[in-house]
C-alpha cells in the first residue's frame, strides 16, 4: 500500500471516529439523563466528520460516499443553527465551511481529472453494488431530512425515534455494502453505529412507556 492510500485511508477513519465520538457522546450523555438527548457536541462532530468523509470520498473515486454526504452537510449547520451554535463560530471557520461543499460540487461537474463522469468511468465499483450502496445512504440521508423535518416543527434540535429507526436500517445496508466494497473505514465507522441507535432505540422506547402504578 503506497502513502498516498495510507493517507486517504487516515482522512477516512479519522472521519469514522468522529462520527463515532459524536454518537458515543451523545449516548453518553442520553444514558445519564434517561432519555434521548442532542447535544450540541452531536452537530459539531458530524459537521467535522462530513467535511473529511466528502475528502474521502473524492480521493476513493466514491459517488455512494459523496451523494450520502451531500444533503446531511447543510443540515447539520442548520441543527448548529437551532442550538444557537453557528453564529458564535468565527467567520473563518463558518463562511469555508459553507462553500466547501458548493466548490466541491463545481469541481465535480466541471474539473478535469476528478469529474463525474471521470469518477464514473473508472470506478470499480458495479452497478448493482453502486445502487445498493446508494440506497442505504439515501437512508441514512433520509434519517437527518426527517430530523430536520421534526425539528423544524418543534424549532428545536431534537433526534426522534424515527431517526433513529432509519439510523439503524441504513447503518445496516452500508455495512452489507462496505463488505462487498471491501472498504474498511466504511465497515468499522457503521460498527459501532448499530449498538448506538439500537441503545438509543430502547432508551426512547422506554420514555415512552408510562410508568406502572404502585400498588400496596
Known sequence: MSRFDLGVYGIGLGAQLLFSSRILVQWIQSERAGKVLSPTSFWTFSLLASFLLMVYGVLRNDLVILAGQAVSYFIYI???HLKKAWD?????????????????????????????????????????????????????????????????????????????????????????????????????????????????????QQKQQPSSPITN
Open 88 to 204: 458564535g463560530l468565527p467567520w473563518w471557520v463558518r463562511w469555508p465551511a459553507v462553500l466547501f461543499p458548493v466548490t466541491a460540487i463545481v469541481w465535480l461537474i466541471f474539473g478535469d481529472v476528478y469529474s463525474l463522469g471521470y469518477i464514473w468511468e473508472h470506478s470499480k465499483i458495479a452497478g448493482a453494488l453502486v445502487a445498493w450502496g446508494g440506497a442505504g445512504q439515501l437512508v441514512f440521508t433520509l434519517r437527518f431530512v426527517y430530523q430536520w423535518y421534526y425539528s423544524e416543527k418543534q424549532q428545536e434540535s431534537v433526534l426522534p425515534r424515527g431517526f433513529w429507526v432509519l439510523s439503524l436500517l441504513g447503518s445496516l445496508m452500508i455495512i452489507l455494502y462496505a463488505v462487498l466494497r471491501l472498504d474498511p473505514v466504511l465497515f468499522i465507522g457503521q460498527l459501532f453505529g448499530v449498538v448506538a441507535y439500537s441503545r438509543n432505540l430502547y432508551l426512547g
Open 78 to 80: 442548520r441543527n448548529l
